[in-house]
């Protein structure tokens, strides 16, 4: 990667450097108090934090890649907030997951819903100064939809063909009605990069230096260590609070922790609910609100699971008030059904009681008592969710006590897809499920579907029917009442155990405001000064 | 020469081919972990093709292998670049960190064990070596968070996160940032540098101090107690002098031997601790390879940490002899 001479940059990783001229550098410079901070000392490194027109996270992921439509980065929920610091979406969500608009200003079907048509706002500017086109918005959805680019959501985006810019408008005909499509438009792979830009350097030199039309521009990219993002002069926007943002990468939740009480950040996120609490308590500024993830036990259906009696009492015993209330000090909402408040198909009146005197009495019909227990393995994460271990640990304290006994084993992530691909996870796993637009199709649909590599429950017969039509169910209404129907009759079948949904723990400092998303987005530019 | 080239080779081949079927072997599938929800199974059955994990091990290792030898050892399958070029990227910050450490152990234990032998039966004897086996008994990750909590956060003395303050402009050629910083005259980049390595250096180094410390004091009693050393004290030279001028060069081969295999389980440790200081070595990288299963990735940084302990082990077999003028005279 060339250089101007200029504008000396650090050669020992990958840097990025796009458009920002020599005067923005020295002000950046100027404002985040370099003169002071070099030599060490409490003094200048703690003052770092506080440096005017500077905001720096504690961040608790490393960023892979700058292609935010490919990859395994591209699916991860955590990333994306970098992605949409810097890149805009076809479409953007409110903080109750409703759509509003981004790149896109007016989006809709026909009457027949064969044709989508999209308005591109226009005077939007990409951060190479070249203005946003519909055609570059028209290239985007090629490209995902292209399965040799390896966007990871390409099934979706394929049902999109013959796809036209003209003018500021932008068509499509729909090989396949998908109802969920506008929504995918907010959520993974829906970003819009600039065409010409990307054709000209490749993806290798996309990677180097990233363009695109968000309210931040990338103006240096140390992998693993750090991130310095310059607010974009010409973003079509609101401006953001903050000129610059410097974002550490911090996996280390005790180090991310130890960021801020130092004072070297100005904000975290992902710390564990005491620790937030304790710095609240501090006269740091907390929020721990909840977001579009649920911890769920999924059940196969496999021996003991095969029984509804037994499926039926596990769900029973489990007392998920006491649990969210003394467990997890009540950071976590109880919840019957896979969707979670706010979802666009939760339904409050589908409930699974805690009822463990009826647990028992189905079990005992089932053949199971204390004294002759059920016995069978159960997998659990181990601090990859708030208190999980802890949780299935009661779990299986509330299971011994209507005559299931259970062997815990402890598993990584990267296991549990693996057995969950290959329709070998244990009859009963603890995992999560994140849905960030709160479709029921990308909550109930992929885990509960046959066909969904994603589902532990395999009944071709009796659920696959129910939601089988759902998939292309044009009208809206009996779309959500469809899958509330099968929520009901998975919540009377207990073909999965819903257990809570999670609350996102995001600490600052004094003299900042930070508002929540419902998708848990941590973006830069929502972060103001109090 | 030849030998010892041949045995680095079969050794480098053995590594690679454990590390290679271990990781097929143990579960956690990567490609698992990026099956888009819509896939049918024929898309997967695509994404296990692309990274070529649809085929037996053996050809995969044949394969893997042949492209190793032309110095391709692949892309990375959650970083989507070039591996051999992410090792290098991240390796001088690691040996960096790992000399810096290596360095506080031999000059904090190297003072400890010539304190502690001196002052045997004495005071200052059993305090060094109490605190020599409760430095030993606590892990070096362990260390890490004591000096975050106190450094960083009670004292504010130190940065505990990053390898050099981001808001500095340095040009770098290199990735060794503190060589090339002092050769270049940036004193305010070495200071940074140091600055930010001197807390994560002590958690590696303190554990294998305690170490050179207890090793270094044998060997000394040893030299104290031989007729050369009786020798040097009947000719009326000071104590000081016997200690460090006749009994030191005599004790410092065990040690020196010592340390070598220490330095490489040193490195080993910027696994953990790395993490803990969000430093961007190849310790961190490992872990982010390792959670995302990224094979080609894993492998590489496992070679890598095998060819560093290689080179240590020769260089301190080289170091021994150099030192020692009857292994040298056996070399002959």
């Known amino acids: 990667m060339t250089q101007p001479k200029s504008m000396p940059m650090p050669k020992h990783q990958p840097t990025h450097q796009p458009t920002p001229q020599c005067a923005q550098r020295r002000r950046f410079l100027h404002q985040s108090g370099l003169a002071i901070a070099a030599l060490g000392g409490s003094g200048p490194l703690a003052a770092l934090a506080q440096t005017q027109g500077t905001l720096t996270m504690a961040y608790n992921v490393d960023l892979p890649s700058w292609d935010p439509t490919v990859g395994p980065s591209a699916v991860n929920p955590t990333i994306q907030s970098l992605y949409k610091a810097v890149f805009a979406q076809f479409i953007d969500q409110n903080a109750d997951l409703s759509l509003r608009p981004d790149?896109?200003?007016?989006?809709?079907?026909?009457?027949?819903?064969?044709?989508?048509?999209?308005?591109?706002?226009?005077?939007?500017?990409?951060?190479?100064?070249?203005?946003?086109?519909?055609?570059?918005?028209?290239?985007?959805?090629?490209?995902?939809?292209?399965?040799?680019?390896?966007?990871?959501?390409?099934?979706?985006?394929?049902?999109?063909?013959?796809?036209?810019?003209?003018?500021?408008?932008?068509?499509?005909?729909?090989?396949?009605?998908?109802?969920?499509?506008?929504?995918?438009?907010?959520?993974?792979?829906?970003?819009?990069?600039?065409?010409?830009?990307?054709?000209?350097?490749?993806?290798?030199?996309?990677?180097?230096?990233?363009?695109?039309?968000?309210?931040?521009?990338v103006l240096e990219f140390v992998q693993g260590s750090h991130l310095k993002l310059q607010a974009f002069k010409d973003y079509a926007g609101p401006r953001p609070a903050f000129e610059t943002v410097l974002v550490k990468f911090t996996t280390d939740p005790s180090a991310r922790v130890a960021e801020l009480q130092a004072g070297r950040s100005d904000l975290t996120l992902e710390v564990p609910y005491e620790e937030a609490e304790r710095l609240k308590a501090k006269g740091f500024g907390a929020s721990i609100a909840p977001v579009s993830d649920i911890g769920m036990i999924f059940l196969s259906n496999v021996g003991p699971m095969r029984d509804d009696k037994v499926r039926q009492a596990l769900a029973m015993a489990i007392d998920k008030k006491g649990l969210a209330g003394k467990l997890l000090k009540g950071?976590?909402?109880?919840?019957?059904?896979?969707?979670?408040?706010?979802?666009?198909?939760?339904?409050?009146?589908?409930?699974?009681?805690?009822?463990?005197?009826?647990?028992?009495?189905?079990?005992?019909?089932a053949g199971y008592t204390r004294d002759k227990p059920l016995r069978f393995k159960v997998q659990t994460t181990r601090g990859f969710k708030p208190k999980d271990f802890e949780v299935m640990q009661a779990v299986a304290g509330m299971w011994k006590a209507i005559g299931a006994e259970v062997e815990l084993e402890v598993y990584e992530v990267a296991k549990h897809f693996e057995l969950r691909a290959q329709h070998k996870l244990a009859p009963a796993a603890f995992y999560n499920w994140g849905n960030a637009i709160g479709d029921p199709s990308t909550s109930t649909g992929f885990a509960m579907f046959s066909h969904s590599p994603h589902s532990a429950w395999k009944d071709p017969k009796g659920l696959d029917a129910m939601i089988g039509p759902l998939w292309g169910e044009k009208d809206e209404a009996r779309r959500i009442a469809g899958y509330k129907a099968v929520d009901r009759h998975i919540a009377a079948h207990a073909l999965v155990i819903p257990l809570f949904q999670y609350s996102?723990?995001?600490?600052?400092?004094?003299?900042?405001?930070?508002?929540?998303?419902?998708?848990?987005f941590v973006l830069p530019q929502a972060v103001g000064r109090a | 020469m030849l030998r010892t080239a041949a045995g680095v080779g079969l050794t480098l081949l053995?590594?690679?081919?454990?590390?290679?079927?271990?990781?097929?072997?143990?579960?956690?599938?990567?490609?698992?972990?990026?099956?888009?929800?819509?896939?049918?199974?024929?898309?997967?059955?695509?994404?296990?093709?692309?990274?070529?994990?649809?085929?037996?091990?053996?050809?995969?290792y044949g394969l893997w292998l042949s492209a190793a030898l032309r110095g391709e050892f692949g892309t990375s399958i959650s970083l989507k670049q070039d591996v051999l070029g992410l090792v290098l990227a991240r390796l001088p910050a690691t040996l960096e960190l790992g000399a810096g450490a290596m360095a506080l152990a031999l000059w904090l234990g190297g003072a400890a064990g010539v304190l502690s032998a001196s002052a045997h039966g004495r005071w200052p004897a059993t305090l060094v070596d109490g605190a020599a086996a409760l430095v030993q008994a606590v892990p070096d990750f362990l260390w890490g968070l004591v000096f975050i909590l106190l450094f960083g956060v009670w004292w504010t003395w130190l940065p505990i996160s990053g390898r050099i303050d981001p808001m500095l402009a340095f040009d770098a050629h290199s990735g060794f940032l503190f060589a090339e910083s002092l050769l270049r005259g940036r004193w305010d980049v070495t200071a940074s540098v140091l600055s930010h390595a001197l807390a994560p250096a002590l958690a590696l180094g303190l554990p294998v101090a305690a170490m050179v410390a207890r090793v270094l004091k044998a060997s000394m009693q040893e030299a104290l107690a031989a007729d050369y050393v009786l020798l040097a004290r009947l000719k009326g030279l000071s104590p000081l002098r016997v200690?460090?001028?006749?009994?030191?060069?005599?004790?410092?081969?065990?040690?020196?031997?010592?340390?070598?295999?220490?330095?490489?389980?040193?490195?080993?440790?910027?696994?953990?601790?790395?993490?803990?200081?969000s430093y961007p070595g190849i310790g961190s990288l490992a872990i982010q390879a390792v959670v995302a299963r990224d094979l080609p990735l894993i492998q590489a940084i496992v070679l890598t940490f095998a060819v560093l302990f290689i080179t240590i082990n020769l260089l301190v077999d080289a170091l021994t002899r150099w030192l020692n003028p009857r292994l040298r005279a056996a070399g002959r």
């Open chain 2, 14 to 60: 053995g590594v690679s081919l454990v590390v290679f079927v271990l990781m097929r072997v143990v579960p956690g599938d990567p490609v698992a972990m990026m099956i888009p929800p819509g896939a049918s199974p024929a898309d997967v059955q695509r994404l296990y093709a692309f990274y070529g994990l649809d085929r037996p091990i053996a050809a995969q």
């Open chain 2, 243 to 277: 200690l460090l001028a006749e009994a030191l060069p005599n004790a410092l081969t065990p040690t020196l031997q010592l340390s070598g295999v220490q330095f490489a389980f040193l490195l080993g440790g910027t696994v953990l601790v790395e993490r803990l200081f």
């Open chain 1, 103 to 217: 790149l896109l200003t007016k989006w809709g079907w026909n009457a027949d819903k064969t044709q989508v048509s999209l308005t591109v706002r226009s005077g939007a500017k990409w951060h190479d100064g070249t203005p946003v086109t519909a055609e570059d918005v028209a290239w985007s959805l090629r490209r995902a939809g292209d399965s040799k680019t390896g966007n990871p959501i390409q099934f979706l985006w394929s049902k999109l063909a013959n796809i036209q810019a003209q003018g500021d408008t932008v068509t499509a005909d729909v090989k396949e009605y998908e109802p969920a499509l506008f929504k995918w438009m907010a959520f993974l792979t829906g970003y819009v990069l600039p065409k010409a830009y990307f054709e000209k350097v490749g993806p290798a030199g996309f990677e180097k230096k990233p363009v695109g039309c968000g309210p931040y521009q």
């Open chain 1, 331 to 365: 950071h976590v909402k109880p919840i019957d059904t896979l969707q979670a408040p706010g979802y666009a198909a939760f339904d409050a009146s589908i409930t699974a009681p805690f009822d463990p005197k009826k647990a028992a009495a189905l079990m005992a019909e």
């Open chain 1, 504 to 520: 996102q723990t995001v600490v600052y400092r004094k003299g900042l405001k930070f508002t929540p998303h419902g998708a848990g």
